[in-house]
């Protein structure tokens, strides 16, 4: 398996279902992607398409009414896939972190309050063992340098003396701590400040090209997701409905969903440009529609559509998959975006 | 559609039925939580028993000396006490003084804390600064010894008097969860919005912030009945209050005249002991389906 | 002092609202005015903490500025003694603010029919329930929730965030506000669905003359609902920057002002990997309990010049038609009198 | 911090009093204690008065006691309660209560009325410890224990024993602690023999010598058994419930979510994650709960005739002996508001963030 060197992590066709009152959630339904060394994965969506349930279930972190119904998560390290759902208790615990490491949506509530910065860090070292506390501390001390703060100041702080965006520093250089080769992020910027969130960015992003791990990147912002990622999943109701480059899904998004939010999202440079929304609303994932899920909000629906999901299907490119049966009318309705890109294109040609 | 059809539905129009159809209601959301259906049956069962069961049966206070502790018997259904009398009649008899008791400070208790708990959130400033520091230092006066030594001073054999004393002696807490409530819900933006919409005062409160403190306004209630009920057969037990025909009384009797100690006697003793603490728990109990029952959040249409 | 513009359908002079009391004092609001004309949109814009939402509260009435007034209709709000003038009735049904969470500005107890029939009902806007059904109805249809059989005698809390949003929108035109108050009404809504919920709120401004004070953090939102508007960048308690919308998007001039449109990501990646950035000299945001000295922004600013930035206050001045900036630099650079 | 340490350093004579007398109330520590100090005052200060005004003034129902027993004249009879009372009857009542508060600070609250010549000092100083005793150890057992179920449930919540344990801490919680005595007594001691009730009254054994020597400990744990049982099993449901509800609280917290993300043990965060959060709201409980349990006891005590201080309130109520129940009563009031103040100071030892808030 030649091409697994790069690609640390693969999941295929995951379904996670989770027990609530009224019924079944089916959260994750048939997701396959991999993720690949050095490359950034952005996961659009949402809220409620799944798509946290799905960043969660990669390191087995579900809560406790969910469950993982069926698919495979293969961790990659010296050529050797590890099945990550046989893992038992304990190689669960030093695939975590270690291996791969995921930093929460809001680092206001990531660290234990009652505890300094420092004997957090510590006690994630200690968990997987082969540091002293020396080399910790130095370590820490680097990281937390890297990541833009004042390591004295940080260190031996307790959390709530720190401001928001300093502890998601924190806590990414936290994540740095093991080395790990996966890098999840779960909305890393969305609670912070504009000129905050900006650092944040900037620093995720000297991260990727610095360390090159692969990074899962979770997003309900369309413009973080374009500025970090490399490739876009867009999820919805649980499945991937379009992946692909990120030029590719913003400047000729094959998913009418797809096209829905980037005409939905409104850019700040530039001139005015009327907006559309989708109808409607997402769907209810404890009785979802049949056929397509996105039918019901769908300007292209069809009858095919009303009966029969769409798979994912390559679509362009190698690289680009889409599940929907009117590509090429979606198509159609792109060729602004297309001209669009055909001009920095042009630019950067010149 | 015409706007006719659309009209709120009032459907029945006379009030007996619209009564019926509450108490329907009621029932079905109270059934939805099975322990505090549980609680409301016994507690039920228990006014049942003080109210309508003492007509059925006849108040015994003659003692029959053949008959101390005597077992039970189809007559005597829990037996006979020390000096031969019914203790069935006694335990029917015996609760309606603890329940009106119960009832009463959890109306005047409530009612102290709802309005003063209200006004110190409404009012704030140094009226709400003042009677927080009192509540404050109220909640650190160990209730039950205060009653006690009071109960020596006062004689406290009339019931209204002892259910002002309770709730006057309890309003600190309640008055503090209240206050809370209010301010937290004072703060809540629709609140706001119905200031912007000059809805006036009496509807804020009214309308908008107390249907929200319901829930918690019946937990008050039944928070204030059971600790009225602790207290009340606490005082009976160590003699203070001269009360006659009541569990607490029974007990006291039991205790008093050693008949704790034999025993032939475990009819006489367990009978009230286990009407106090089934009382007690049919209240607690019950205040999780009255808290579910006025929680807004649970409403359907 | 005691006329307003008559410019203006709402003004705001020279407010100043300061919280809590002696050593944990603070200013929230440092001395804030602006006018919005009637059927305009003016939006404010700035970071969590900077006193928008204050400023928002005290145009709506719910805040008694601690000193500055706000002018209604050419008229105070406020009587010199801080009580309610005398046309406040008139004001406090004028305007109505929409508020950020839609899970908390709906009372959980009220079906969607009482909370709209309310105050239709309580200011004798119609006579009867039955008027006040098709009022309700009418209303229901103007925020687009139809059919309105399937909302009516809903719940709250049985609706989605954007529908709850819809309602918050029509309990506030029951009253037929002139102004409405818009406080991050969108944020909290899906991306999918905020658009429509803005295009409904412009409709309003178009069809019944809404005007709007437009209150939000995301500068994307600002640019598409009040391009047509004017945009106060407020920098903790102070606005730095007031302009026409356009101008403020492409040709900033207050360094806060550019570094917040640098530091946006764009839901476009060519655009957004080749946007210029502004470097800050720190990333400490000052807090409100001491704040530096001169121009709040000069322990951040690029262009910060020692010995002026760092003692002078800049003052909000005038630097071409109707545009205002709060910068040393700016200004001069603009030709402004100072 | 540090600017203004060095400005009043540098210029001290000109602070104005008001500065010192706003700067001295404003610091948490002192605010605590007196407002603690002022609850003391606050209470014995209400207890004197309802003592004095009350319908049946004590030192009047003393009085005619005295005449009807051995056939006092008035006079002589109010002469002998005024000084059993310690108390000039014909000073004004202001005076009364002066003198009354000068004695209490001086450490005199009176003498016995029961048995004269015995100070009800010396009453509470033989008759507290061994509350203290019973009631701190019930605590501390019932705290531990209800900790670590509550943990338990909330850590099996799917678990079929779940809802019965729970159950019983319910039921255990709402029930009178005097009901739970009396059931364990008539149980346990009576109808089914178990245990020897009647030796086992009394806080020891007539006759043992108090010291560090195995046969006095093993005595007063025997003796001591049946309340502790009591006040275990009548206060476990509570911190049971609470620490249940507490420990589904935190582990619902993003922060133990990233500690399991972060490859963590489970021991690990069970304890400093989980564990010590949770802990927090009871700590407070517990400490406050010493002071009411104080109070609770006189019940208690009777049932099973354990000399403590409950006890000795209670004959002191039946026997209406008023210096010693006032005493007592103050003694009781001391506790609560002493294990208040000390759990709003343990608090920001166990938090950090209020450490910071709450410290100058």
């Given at each position: ?256 969903y797809t096209l829905g939010l980037i005409r939905a999202v409104p850019t700040v440079t530039g001139e005015f440009e009327a907006l559309v929304s989708i109808p409607g609303a997402p769907p209810d994932l404890v009785d979802p529609p049949p056929g397509c899920k996105f039918h019901p909000r769908c300007p292209y629906v069809t009858e095919q559509c009303r009966v029969e999901e769409p798979q994912l299907k390559t679509h362009y490119s190698e690289t680009h998959s889409v599940a929907c049966f009117n590509v090429q009318r979606v198509q159609q309705d792109t060729l602004d975006l297309q001209e669009r890109y055909a001009k920095y294109a042009g630019g950067k040609a010149s | 559609m015409t706007t006719q059809a659309l009209m709120p539905k009032t459907g029945i129009r006379y009030w007996p039925g619209r009564v019926l159809r509450g108490i329907g209601r009621f029932l079905k959301l109270m059934s939805r939580n099975k322990t505090g259906f549980a609680g409301f049956l016994i507690f039920i069962f228990f006014v049942l028993m003080t109210t309508v069961g003492t007509l059925f049966v006849p108040e015994v206070t003659k003692a029959d000396i053949n008959a101390i502790y005597a077992p039970p018997t189809w007559e005597h259904p829990l037996g006979n006490d020390s000096q031969g009398k019914d203790i069935l009649s006694q335990i029917v008899h015996g609760g309606r003084d ?204 | ?338 | ?360």
């Amino acid at each position: 398996m030649e091409k697994q060197s790069s690609v640390p992590l693969t999941v295929e066709d995951l379904w996670v279902e989770y027990q609530i009152e009224r019924g079944v959630v089916k959260a994750v339904r048939g997701v396959s992607l991999s993720l690949v060394k050095g490359e950034s994965l952005a996961l659009i969506g949402e809220s409620g398409c799944g798509k946290t349930t799905l960043g969660v279930a990669l390191i087995r972190l579900l809560v406790q009414a969910a469950r993982i119904t069926r698919g495979e998560i293969t961790y990659w390290r010296d050529n050797k896939g590890i099945d990550v759902l046989s893992l038992k208790e304990r190689e669960l615990r030093r695939f975590r972190w270690r291996e791969c490491a995921m930093v929460f949506q809001s680092a206001l509530n990531a660290f234990n309050p009652v505890l300094r910065i420092w004997d957090q860090i510590l006690d994630t070292s200690k968990a997987h063992g082969g540091m002293s506390t020396s080399q910790v501390r130095e370590r820490a001390m680097q990281l937390l340098e890297y990541v833009q703060l004042d390591p004295k100041r940080v260190i031996d702080a307790y959390p709530h003396e720190l401001s928001g965006g300093m502890r998601q520093r924190v806590l990414l250089a936290m994540s740095l701590l093991l080395d790990p080769q996966v890098l999840i992020l779960d909305e890393p910027t969305t609670a912070l400040d504009i000129l905050t969130q900006r650092t944040i960015i900037d620093l995720l992003r000297r991260l990727k090209e610095e360390i090159g791990f692969a990074m899962l990147f979770i997003s309900h912002d369309l413009a973080t997701a374009a500025e970090l990622a490399d490739r876009v999943a867009t999820m919805y109701a649980g499945s991937i409905v379009e992946l692909g480059p990120v030029d590719d899904i913003f400047y000729r998004p094959a998913h009418p969903y797809t096209l829905g939010l980037i005409r939905a999202v409104p850019t700040v440079t530039g001139e005015f440009e009327a907006l559309v929304s989708i109808p409607g609303a997402p769907p209810d994932l404890v009785d979802p529609p049949p056929g397509c899920k996105f039918h019901p909000r769908c300007p292209y629906v069809t009858e095919q559509c009303r009966v029969e999901e769409p798979q994912l299907k390559t679509h362009y490119s190698e690289t680009h998959s889409v599940a929907c049966f009117n590509v090429q009318r979606v198509q159609q309705d792109t060729l602004d975006l297309q001209e669009r890109y055909a001009k920095y294109a042009g630019g950067k040609a010149s | 559609m015409t706007t006719q059809a659309l009209m709120p539905k009032t459907g029945i129009r006379y009030w007996p039925g619209r009564v019926l159809r509450g108490i329907g209601r009621f029932l079905k959301l109270m059934s939805r939580n099975k322990t505090g259906f549980a609680g409301f049956l016994i507690f039920i069962f228990f006014v049942l028993m003080t109210t309508v069961g003492t007509l059925f049966v006849p108040e015994v206070t003659k003692a029959d000396i053949n008959a101390i502790y005597a077992p039970p018997t189809w007559e005597h259904p829990l037996g006979n006490d020390s000096q031969g009398k019914d203790i069935l009649s006694q335990i029917v008899h015996g609760g309606r003084d603890i329940l009106q008791m119960a009832l009463l400070t959890g109306i005047i208790s409530t009612f102290i804390g709802v309005s003063l708990g209200s006004l110190s959130a409404l009012i704030g400033g140094g009226f709400d600064a003042f009677l927080s520091m009192l509540a404050d230092i109220w909640l650190t006066i160990p209730r039950f010894p205060l009653l006690a030594v009071l109960a020596t001073l006062v004689k406290l054999d009339n019931m209204i008097y002892l259910a002002l004393l309770l709730s006057v002696l309890s309003w600190a807490g309640l008055y503090r969860s209240i206050r809370a409530q209010v301010f937290s819900i004072k703060e809540r933006d629709y609140i706001e919005a119905a200031t912007a919409l000059d809805l006036g005062m009496w509807h804020i409160i009214f309308s908008e912030v107390l249907p929200n403190m319901l829930s918690y306004i019946a937990i008050s209630f039944t928070f204030g009945m059971t600790s009225a009920i602790y207290a009340q057969v606490g005082l009976v037990f160590l003699g203070l209050v001269p009360l006659t025909r009541n569990w607490g009384v029974m007990i006291n009797l039991a205790w008093t005249q050693g008949a704790i100690f034999f025993k032939d006697s475990i009819y006489f003793i367990m009978a009230p002991v286990t009407a106090i603490a089934l009382f007690q728990l049919s209240i607690v109990w019950m205040s999780r389906s009255l808290e579910e029952i006025f929680n807004p959040r649970l409403r359907t249409g | 002092m005691n006329a307003g513009s008559g410019e203006y359908l709402i003004e705001a002079r020279n407010l100043v609202r300061m919280f809590g009391a002696r050593r944990e004092r603070v200013t929230a609001v440092d001395d804030v005015s602006f006018g919005i004309r009637q059927g305009e949109v003016v939006c404010l814009v700035g970071e969590s903490g900077c006193g928008k939402t204050t400023t928002g509260k005290m145009i709506t009435g719910l805040l008694k500025p601690t000193s500055g007034q706000v002018f209604y209709a050419g008229k105070s709000v406020w009587t010199p003694r801080g009580d309610k003038g005398e046309d406040f009735k008139t004001y406090r049904l004028g305007v109505q603010i929409i508020h950020q969470d839609p899970y908390a500005s709906l009372n959980p107890s009220h079906t969607i029919y009482k909370i709209l029939s309310t105050p239709l009902l309580h200011h004798k806007f119609v006579a009867n329930t039955y008027e006040a059904l098709d009022r309700v109805i009418e209303l229901l249809n103007i925020v687009g929730l139809s059919p309105v059989e399937d909302f009516l005698y809903k719940y709250p809390h049985q609706l989605s965030g954007g529908q709850r949003q819809r309602v918050s929108v029509a309990r506030a035109l029951t009253v037929n506000p002139r102004v409405i108050v818009a406080d991050e009404a969108v944020s909290m809504v899906d991306v999918s669905i905020r658009v429509g919920l803005l295009n409904m709120m412009a409709d309003l401004k178009r069809n019944l003359g809404v005007t709007y004070l437009f209150i939000t953090h995301d500068l994307a939102v600002a640019k598409f609902f009040a391009w047509e508007g004017r945009i106060a960048v407020m920098y903790v308690g102070s606005i730095v920057e007031f302009a026409s919308t356009p101008q403020l998007i492409n040709d900033p001039l207050h360094p806060y002002s550019k570094a917040l449109l640098a530091a946006v990501p764009e839901a476009d990646p060519e655009l957004t990997r080749s946007k210029k950035r502004v470097e800050l000299r720190s990333q400490d945001i000052p807090s409100l309990l001491a704040l530096p000295s001169g121009c709040r922004f000069h322990p951040r600013c690029p262009y910060f010049e020692p010995g002026l930035c760092d003692v002078k206050r800049p003052e909000l001045l005038p630097v071409g038609e109707n545009r205002y900036v709060a910068c040393h630099i700016a200004a001069r650079e603009a030709g402004a009198p100072t | 911090m540090s600017s203004i340490a060095m400005s009043t350093q540098a210029v001290p004579q000109r602070k104005p009093l008001r500065y010192w007398i706003k700067r001295i109330t404003s610091n948490y520590v002192v605010r605590m204690i007196s407002r603690a100090i002022f609850t003391i005052w606050f209470v014995t200060s209400l207890i004197f008065f309802l003592v004095r005004l009350m319908p049946s003034n004590p030192i009047e129902v003393y009085i005619n006691e005295l005449m009807v027993q051995y056939s006092l004249p008035y006079a002589e009879a109010r002469d002998q309660a005024a000084s059993l009372f310690a108390i000039d009857l014909d000073a004004p009542l202001s005076k009364q209560y002066l003198d009354y508060m000068v004695q209490l600070l001086h450490g005199n609250l009176g003498e016995s009325l029961r048995s004269p010549g015995t100070s009800v000092w010396e009453i509470i100083v033989a008759f507290l410890p061994w509350t203290l005793f019973s009631v701190g150890l019930g605590l501390l057992i019932s705290f531990t224990l209800g900790v670590f179920i509550g943990m338990l449930l909330a850590y099996k919540r799917q678990a079929l024993w779940e809802p019965v344990v729970s159950g019983t801490a319910s039921v255990l919680s709402s029930i009178p602690n005097y009901i739970i005595g009396i059931v364990l007594l008539v149980f346990l001691g009576v109808y089914w023999g178990i245990i020897p009730i009647h030796q086992m009254r009394g806080s020891r054994s007539p006759g043992i010598q108090p010291g560090f020597t195995w046969v006095f400990i093993k005595d007063i744990f025997f003796h001591a058994a049946m309340p502790v049982l009591t006040y275990v099993l009548s206060t476990i449901g509570s911190w049971i419930l609470s620490m249940k509800s507490s420990t589904i609280g935190t582990l619902g917290e993003d922060y133990v979510a990233v500690a399991r993300a972060r490859g963590l043990s489970e021991g690990r965060i069970t304890t400093a994650y989980v564990g010590r959060n949770a802990m927090l709201p009871l700590i407070t409980q517990l400490l406050i709960s010493i002071g009411f349990v104080v109070g609770g006891s006189i019940l208690i005590e009777n049932i099973f005739v354990y000399q403590g201080i409950g006890y000795r309130l209670s004959s002191a109520l039946t026997t209406r002996d008023y210096p010693l129940m006032q005493g007592i009563f103050l003694i009781i009031t001391i506790s609560v508001v002493l294990s208040n103040l000390v759990a709003d100071f343990i608090y920001g030892w166990f938090d950090p963030r209020v450490r910071i808030a709450g410290g100058d």
